[in-house]
């Protein structure tokens, strides 16, 4: 069984940064392909990001240039960098952990865990 636990939301004036964690516990943290997805009021969850356990990344168009994701593998973390946010940035962020493979995907029904998300407020 995998555990992930997410860190880092918050309030945060429009232009400014954030950085989310993620940290995962049991099986083997190395081999997962990781993802961000966030879900707004009323919207449906959307992918933000994913990264492979050997480290490719793929974005989606919102995230391009602004956030980036990365994995910290001795510490079984996973981290999305926020910056230049927007007002509709606003979201609960979750972090998912696809242990069935290790290729990634934008996919949310490809995941197998999922942490219990963080808020993340951007005010105009």
């Known amino acids: 069984q995998v555990q992930l636990i997410e860190s880092g939301g918050g309030l945060v004036q429009a232009g400014g940064s954030l950085r989310l964690s993620c940290a995962a516990s049991g099986g083997t943290f190395s081999r997962f392909a990781m993802a961000w997805f966030r879900q707004a009021p009323g919207k449906e969850r959307e992918f933000v990001v994913d990264?492979?356990?050997?480290?490719?990344?793929r974005y989606a168009d919102a995230a391009k240039g602004r956030f980036t994701i990365s994995r910290d593998n001795a510490k079984n973390t996973v981290y999305l960098q926020m910056n230049s946010l927007k007002p509709e940035d606003t979201a609960v962020y979750y972090c998912a952990a696809r242990t069935s493979s290790a290729a990634r995907t934008s996919s949310a029904r490809q995941y197998d865990y999922w942490g219990q998300g963080t808020q993340v407020t951007v005010s105009s």
């Open positions: 990264i492979s356990w050997i480290g490719s990344t």
